[in-house]
Each structure stands twice: as structure tokens, then as C-alpha cells.
């Protein structure tokens, strides 16, 4: 067996190995710049909370209309929506800080969700809803991801130089210009639309990993904003690839493995990265003489 | 001289309770007030009453001419996140929201200033600076230099020398007076009675109330001094709801 055949065949013989991949690296290239700015943001957990308030809106879909691909992520986006609007609006109008009340809202949103599959579906179904099937994309599900990336993309380029004031400095922000408070808002509607894109791949928990840990590992290496997201979504990229590789040779559930390479990575990073804990301890301490 | 920002019978606070108290007067165009008072005086209050960020509990703020967007505000503590990736550039460079907006590109043009900017606040050579590696007196550098940048005719410092070295005073206040010499209003939170003896001509003493506004040194007689100084500062949880209907005797009012 030969180089070609290990690595490229794989996906050279199975359209459904090669549609995975496709739709793996357009949800790396796509979440990963999302992540890195919800990490600067500190809020690590909130796309964790969102892919659990998404739930209710995509079994109703599923409830709808089962597996299929555009009433689960309509629903699921409208769901992550109203969620982050309510959080965001009680926040605003009272004492409550917007990590309890996306806490509230979230359980509730879960609540209802896996109520609402109940209703209909068997356990697998919730497992298809929560876990995904990177290898079930059907071309459908592609164009829907590859559209959720393109208008992911656009979008945040749009709110760049805002939402870099408002990670910076807020205050700042609000005495120039209104933008603070919507551009908020845009940026969790894009954190819900990514995680949309990802449920039907990673299924809705895990869809956070290819958010969240490329993003992290991407810390350790770089110091610049630019160069973060641009590692971030190597990293997400060089995970897909492998993720499925892993899967495919060793038939274990493809989503996790792609997850378990960026966890891989994470991990790597952080003991080995140019910032990460060895380099950091074992460098001699030297300073300059100016 | 006309009013750039005029207060009629302001009353700004925090839970229906009044920070600054009936407050009546006016900042000139131009004009260089400082703001003097005990902590708890309201002081900080003013300030983000003028800049819009206070809704008033009572009476208006008029803004002649520019719009609160207009104006540049300097925080006594700045919510800047020092750990996110930014450089000095990126951070000064803000100042450019006015100019050129959400989407505006940053020019050639922009580049000189910022450039001019850094030289001014002693910070050439930090273009590139994370931010995380600034000190207190740097940071404060940075900030100067980007309320430099905005360009605005009404600057507002909230304690701006709180913390910082003398060299760096000294530098700061010279940007200070140049801004007062290009006919800017600017008004400053301070606690130096020393300082806003020298340098700035007008002052308002305030302890919820207004005690004095007017030149410095009519101001900062020592009996406004000793009266400001007497002000409490705990919040009486019993004390009446104020009543609109009746007259309320305001300071400089015949008994």
C-alpha cells in the first residue's frame, strides 16, 4: 500500500467519504475566525449554551419533516435566535449579567427540545440530533453548508472593525457610535448560524468542538488577531482530514473523531506551542540589554 | 463666548437617588473648567451624563451645536481588554471612528497622523506594541493620543492623571493646554488642587451640590473648600421622593 492510497484514495473512491471532507473543511474554514473571536470575548461557553438552545428548533423541524436538511437548520437558526435575543434583552433591560439569563434561556431551550423529539422519534433519532452524520451529507446538505459559510464569512468581515472596538474597548464603542449593542447581536446570530451549518455534519454538541478547539489551540502558536483565526481554521481543516481518515480505517463514528483530532491538537498546543506550558518553563529567562 | 454645553437644573443618579444635585450653568466654548470635589461628589456622574450615557433623573443637558457622538471621552476606569492581541496602532487608531466610520478604509493620510499622534504623547516606536505589554503611564499615553485622533471640540478627562508618573503629567498637560489653545473645551475631573490652580481657569466644585463655578481662584476659596469637604457621603434610604411641583432653592438663590 502505497502513500497515495493510505491518504488520498479513501476519499477518491467513496463519494460519501469525499462529500464529509468537503463539508468538514467549509465548517472549519467558516467557524473557526467565529471561535477565535468568542474565545478573545470570553465566551468559550457561550457557543456550547447556543448548540443546546438550537435544539428545540431543529426537532421541530425533525418533527415536521424528519431528517431533512432545511426545516432542522431553519428551525434550529430561529431557536438559537430567539435564545440569544432574549438573553441579550434581559441583560439590557435588567440587573442580570448575560451569562445567567443565556443559562436560563438555554435550559429551557433544551427542555423543550428533547421533549419535542420525544414525542416522536426513538432514541436514535435523538442520537442522529445530538451526535450527526458527517457521512450521510447529501449534496442538499452541502449547498446549505457551503451558502452558511459564505454568508458567515461575509458577515463577519462586515462587523470586523466593530466588533474588534467592542472586544477592545466597549466603552469607547458606545461613546462614537451606536453599533455596539447590534453588532453584538449579529456576531451570536453568526455563532448560532455556524453551529446550524455543523449539526447535520457533528450533530449539535459537537459541532461546537470544530468552533471552539482550533480556536484555543491557535493561542498557544500566535500572538496576532489575523494570524489566530488563519491557524484556527488550519487546524480545523488538518482535523476534518484526519478526523475522517481515523474513522475510516479504524470504523469508529466519524464526528467524534474529527473532534478528537482538534482535541489532539488542543492538547499538542498546549504543551508544545510557542506559547504553550513547556516552552514557557524551559526557556532559559534572558532579557536584552535595552 | 457661547455655550458649548449648557445644564438646566440637572439632577443625575443611581437609583432615584441624586448624585448631582439641581446643577445649573454652562461650559463655554473653549473654555479649560476642571472639576473638583470629594469621591462621591458626582463628579464621574457629570461626565457620563454629558456624554449621553446617564439619562437624567431630572432637568436637561443642551448640547449647542454638536452631537454627543462629538464628543471624545476619556473613562476614569478604561474597560480596555488588555489581553486581547492588539497593538498600540490598533488601539490609537480608534480615534479614526469619527473620520472614517464602520467601513472606511484607514489612509496614507491617517497614517501620518497616527504617526504625529504617537510622537505627541512621547510614544514614537510603540506603533506595534501589544497592548499587554503596556505600562499604566504608557496605556494613559495611548489613550491621549487617540482622543487626539478623534479630533473632537469637546474632550472630557475623568481623573486622567490618576496613577501616573510625573514626567508623564507634566507631558499630558501640555497636550492639555494645546487642545485649550485650539479653542477645544475641554473639561477634567481632578483632585490636584495644586494643578488646576495652574493650568486651568475655570472650576466647578461640586458635593452632589454645586458649591462654587466660576474662575479657579474664586472657586477655590477656602470656605467652598471646607463646605465641599463636609458633604456626606452615605445615601439617606428614607429621604423623601423629590416633589416637581414645588420650588426648590438652588445655589446662589436668595434665602
Same mark, same amino acid.
Given at each position: 500500500m502505497n502513500a497515495f492510497q493510505v491518504f488520498i484514495e479513501p476519499f477518491a473512491q467513496f463519494g460519501f467519504m469525499n462529500r464529509a471532507l468537503v463539508g468538514a473543511i467549509i465548517l472549519s474554514v467558516s467557524a473557526g475566525p467565529v471561535g477565535v473571536f468568542l474565545m478573545l470575548r470570553r465566551m468559550s461557553l457561550t457557543g456550547d449554551a447556543m448548540a443546546h438552545a438550537i435544539l428545540p428548533g431543529a426537532a421541530a423541524g425533525f418533527l415536521v419533516s424528519g431528517l431533512a436538511i432545511l426545516p432542522m437548520t431553519l428551525g434550529g437558526f430561529a431557536a438559537g435566535l430567539v435564545v440569544a435575543l432574549l438573553a441579550g434583552l434581559v441583560s439590557r433591560f435588567t440587573i442580570q449579567r448575560e451569562d445567567t439569563s443565556l443559562a436560563a434561556f438555554y435550559l429551557i431551550s433544551l427542555a423543550l427540545g428533547v421533549m419535542l423529539v420525544s414525542l416522536k422519534g426513538s432514541n436514535v433519532d435523538l442520537m442522529h440530533v445530538l451526535f450527526g452524520t458527517v457521512l450521510a451529507l447529501n449534496d442538499d446538505a452541502l449547498v446549505m453548508i457551503g451558502a452558511i459559510a459564505t454568508i458567515s464569512l461575509v458577515g463577519l468581515a462586515v462587523i470586523w472593525r466593530p466588533l474588534f472596538a467592542e472586544c477592545l474597548d466597549p466603552t469607547f464603542l458606545r461613546s462614537v457610535s451606536k453599533a455596539g449593542h447590534p453588532v453584538h447581536l449579529i456576531f451570536l446570530a453568526l455563532v448560532v448560524l455556524n453551529l446550524v451549518g455543523g449539526f447535520q455534519a457533528?450533530?449539535?454538541?459537537?459541532?461546537?468542538?470544530? *468552533? *471552539?478547539l482550533p480556536a484555543a489551540a491557535s493561542r498557544f502558536w500566535v500572538r496576532g488577531l489575523e494570524g489566530m483565526c488563519a491557524l484556527a481554521v488550519g487546524f480545523g481543516v488538518v482535523s476534518s482530514y484526519f478526523g475522517l481518515l481515523i474513522s475510516y480505517y479504524l470504523g469508529v463514528a466519524s464526528g467524534p473523531s474529527i473532534i478528537l483530532v482538534a482535541g489532539g491538537i488542543y492538547v499538542v498546543s498546549l504543551f508544545f506551542g510557542r506559547r504553550g506550558v513547556i516552552f514557557t518553563r524551559v526557556q532559559a529567562p534572558r532579557h536584552r540589554v535595552a | 463666548m457661547s455655550a458649548v454645553i449648557r445644564l438646566n437644573d440637572l439632577t443625575l443618579g443611581y437609583d432615584g437617588h441624586p448624585a448631582v444635585h439641581h446643577l445649573d450653568g454652562a461650559f463655554e466654548t473653549?473654555?479649560?473648567?476642571?472639576?473638583?470635589?470629594?469621591?462621591?461628589?458626582?463628579?464621574?456622574t457629570l461626565l457620563k451624563g454629558i456624554t449621553g450615557a446617564l439619562k437624567p433623573l431630572g432637568g436637561r443637558i443642551e448640547h449647542a451645536g454638536i452631537s454627543v457622538r462629538e464628543i471624545a471621552y476619556l473613562p476614569q476606569i478604561a474597560e480596555? &481588554?488588555?489581553?486581547?492581541?492588539?497593538?498600540?496602532?490598533?488601539?490609537v487608531s480608534l480615534g479614526f471612528w469619527k473620520s472614517r466610520g464602520l467601513f472606511g478604509a484607514i489612509r496614507g493620510v491617517d497614517r501620518g497622523a497616527l504617526d504625529e499622534a504617537l510622537q505627541a504623547v512621547g510614544l514614537r516606536g510603540f506603533e506595534q506594541r501589544p497592548i499587554d505589554t503596556l505600562s499604566g503611564g504608557q496605556l494613559q499615553r495611548a489613550l491621549f493620543a487617540r482622543v487626539l485622533l478623534q479630533d473632537a471640540?469637546?474632550?472630557?478627562?475623568?481623573?486622567?492623571?490618576?496613577?501616573? &508618573?510625573?514626567?508623564?503629567?507634566?507631558?499630558?498637560?501640555?497636550?492639555?493646554?494645546?487642545?485649550?489653545?485650539?479653542?477645544?473645551?475641554?473639561i477634567a475631573v481632578l483632585h490636584d488642587v495644586e494643578m488646576v490652580r495652574r493650568v486651568f481657569p475655570?472650576?466647578?466644585?461640586?458635593?452632589?451640590?454645586?458649591?462654587?463655578?466660576?474662575?479657579?481662584?474664586?472657586?477655590?476659596?477656602?470656605?467652598?473648600?471646607?463646605e465641599a469637604r463636609r458633604m456626606t457621603e452615605a445615601w439617606d434610604e428614607h429621604a423623601p421622593w423629590h416633589d416637581h411641583a414645588a420650588k426648590h432653592l438652588h445655589h446662589g438663590d436668595a434665602a
Open positions: 457533528l450533530g449539535t454538541l459537537l459541532a461546537v468542538g470544530l *468552533m *471552539m | 473653549g473654555s479649560l473648567t476642571a472639576i473638583m470635589g470629594p469621591n462621591g461628589s458626582g463628579k464621574s480596555i &481588554d488588555r489581553t486581547f492581541p492588539a497593538v498600540v496602532g490598533d488601539l471640540r469637546v474632550i472630557l478627562l475623568d481623573e486622567p492623571f490618576t496613577a501616573i &508618573d510625573e514626567r508623564t503629567v507634566g507631558d499630558l498637560i501640555a497636550l492639555v493646554q494645546h487642545w485649550h489653545n485650539e479653542k477645544r473645551t475641554v475655570q472650576t466647578l466644585l461640586l458635593a452632589r451640590e454645586p458649591i462654587a463655578w466660576g474662575a479657579t481662584g474664586e472657586t477655590l476659596k477656602a470656605e467652598n473648600l471646607l
